[in-house]
């Protein structure tokens, strides 16, 4: 079993509530600052997780080991990263798992590069390309830091010129024109393999469906997910009172050979 | 990288249309009896997934190679499943990935089982109980199926009278009565291990969350997730016509330390 | 007061539950037949509203008297109609009320029309148009039962060709093609006037708001409506397995006049 | 016809953009004052709804006749306004429309009211009841504005207390435990009469569904709409990416007598 007590360089979770949570790196002799007062991470060394630490204001924080969830949701920002949400469908619907190999296109700040990442190891691996080279500087401390760069290979290289990879299980696409990569992640992927493109308008999906049906691809499905909150409470239970209404299109293939 | 070859014993997925797609087991010297004729399974030894497959009446199917997602929707029936898109929040959410060990209650007919044994491979193991035997058995062989018998402990036992696993990584709960099951998720958890219930009522809701927060779990928060489908056809393009207004709300949580 | 008491010609809904209502006329000496039984009408007669009738059979129907919304939902059908819910948002985005002179186009088989004949009672007027002979007779039908065929002029005419009516107060389009009447409505609509479309699709829309935007059509704006039945009872609350995902999308601008 | 010439005393919408509009009063010799410049009233009076006018900065504002729904989401508030798209399913629930008599309670600052009294004229009547006089005083300012203080009675009474009228077509309810009043709306309601009411939790639902049903109240229904904006726009339409996710669920019933 995995060791639980909180180590020199390790990821913690400070909790203070819903709202207000920082991923931070543990680092003897420093603390890390909140309106709440400081942290010694001294304090933290050796503890187990799920422990509560003092600030020097007396505000109790909980620690906790950070989920892929977290490290999706702290990640350091170049772009609007793809939710959680989206993620998880874009998991299911890709078929991935641990030894998949996937394509991935275009890195961004790698939310979603981390995520795959997660689900493939311990024999498995992620390409992921990505032309805009401070965007892979950002991925990749992204990664770095779930401890999931072992299981990924960064390429910086322009997708649209081909894929190098080949019999993949699957090919994902976050990018501005996945219309342009179908006939390039046809090639890439191994007969029978999964195609999924994430989109936020309408006529990216369109031009994508239309892509994947001059390629052949077959079992085509484009989905929207839309997650709502509950705030919960005996006598004043009810849905949350915003929500994001729209990230993106999710759109699902899967190869067929062309016919003989 | 795994071979591509059909092969006796292999199960596919014959896919005519989207509507009209079979899980079958291939078997030599049988076919396969559809309403577009029937399949040889013959026919199909030896071929390469991706390609297409002729019935006795000309009509061509093509030979898939089974998803995940098609495991779960195809599953042996005894009760209503749990459907891909909860599943895959439900992964996400617990944290779950290769290597998790993770309790689950109850199996039903396992649809939520094959995915969690799915992620936690190769060297997780998901403890599912069940007191009714009858879903047991088909659990086992929707599990079988897709190949994960070895990656699950079925537990023909009642989780009201405690759970035998200790520090695992996250408890999932589908069953009629969660909050009932909270206290022993609570020391069967790992420090900072997750909790994750699915529940079609607000009622089960509500009494779940007083049941989170009577122990000490934190970061509790339930979601909904509705998923639509477009219809993408150039001049034609809009959401479907019908959806599923409602599954069922998951709610998640995190195991902190008792304060000392 | 207007009376309550049920007279013969009256239209009452007779209500058994709420899959089960049926909307007839009161025709003394006749009999309504339903799987329950058959209602005598003269029963009925002179009897007041909200009373409780025995069938044949001895099983109880309450007579209402039926809403807008019932005329609506009972419509004589040759096409699809539109949902309440929808022309709800329709009225109330269009600002018409009692003395508003409404031109509606298509006529279809008059849900809507009915509809906005409630509203501009006693002193506006409705102008439909429709080429269909044949929904037009279906229209008529639907609005004189529902008693509002003085606030409707059906007009069995071409509306590409041109609105006849002019300063009206609000134009709308329920038809394939709506961007094609567009500047036709501009005409007809009074200053400061509003025009609404329904449509299924993006298509439509993105042509209608492009032909808005063209004309001097100012505060464009594009909703979609999705509503949502609740199972209620405690203990047992939730939302409703099935929904209508998608019906159309309702646009809505206003005429402002050219610059000089 | 109505004049469209815009006069003193008039209440104008001035329309620089979908974000900025303003909802003033035409006051001559006066300007009203924005970020862009200021609007001198007198180049206001004579001219036509729909022109333009220049503020002293020399931006464009477009002069419009306000529409019930400018007076609702500009109204002055107190408390939480309920939304148009509520406000439109409640008109079309309560089957309400030109002469009806209609029963609200709590006023609030009006905005219900508004719409009710909009639609009932010009032989009907909304009675509406508020308990806090500071609340009633912004619902009459509202009320004026919109030019409909003839079709309303503001009532400072309590409605746990009785309501007073007889034989109304529908009563409305909008405060916080709307299951205490549902005996009193049941005596002021003649028979086959409507009942409706908004409430932002479950909790509140469950209590009145479970009053409505323990008196006579048949038809019962809870829904609730989600509305979601469309940002249209060749190449980039899309779903907007915030939205209201909860205002409240609407219930209603319908009047039955009681068995004899």
């Known amino acids: 079993m995995e060791s639980q007590k909180i ?101 961004g700040t790698g939310a979603l590069t981390t995520a795959l990442a997660h689900y493939v190891r311990p024999n498995g691996k992620v390409y992921s390309y990505e032309l805009r080279e401070e965007f892979l500087k950002a991925a990749e401390k992204n990664i770095k830091r779930a401890g999931l760069a072992g299981f990924v290979e960064l390429k910086n290289k322009d997708v649209t010129a081909g894929i190098e990879e080949r019999d993949v299980d699957a090919v994902v696409l976050d990018l501005a024109t996945p219309w342009l990569i179908v006939p390039r992640a046809y090639v890439s992927l191994k007969p029978s393999g999964t195609m999924i493109s994430f989109s936020p308008t309408i006529d990216q999906v369109v031009k994508t469906v239309e892509a994947l049906e001059a390629e052949n691809f077959v079992d085509v499905e484009t989905v929207e997910c839309l997650m709502r909150g509950m705030q919960i409470a005996r006598g004043k239970t009810r849905p949350q009172t915003l929500m994001t209404a729209h990230t993106g299109y999710i759109t699902f293939a899967r190869k067929a050979l062309k016919p003989a």
């Open 7 to 107: 180590c020199e360089g390790d990821y913690v979770l400070l909790y203070l509530d819903q709202r207000r949570t920082y991923l931070v790196r543990v680092e003897s002799g420093k603390t890390f600052h909140t309106h709440k007062g400081f942290v010694n991470f001294d304090d933290l060394i050796g503890r187990a997780y799920g422990e509560r630490v003092s600030s020097s204001l007396g505000v109790e924080f909980i620690v906790l080991k950070p989920l892929l969830r977290d490290y999706i949701l702290k990640s350091i920002r170049k772009t609007q990263i793809i939710y959680p949400k989206d993620i998880a469908l874009i998991i299911m619907f890709s078929g991935i798992g641990p030894g998949s190999r996937v394509v991935e296109a275009g890195t």
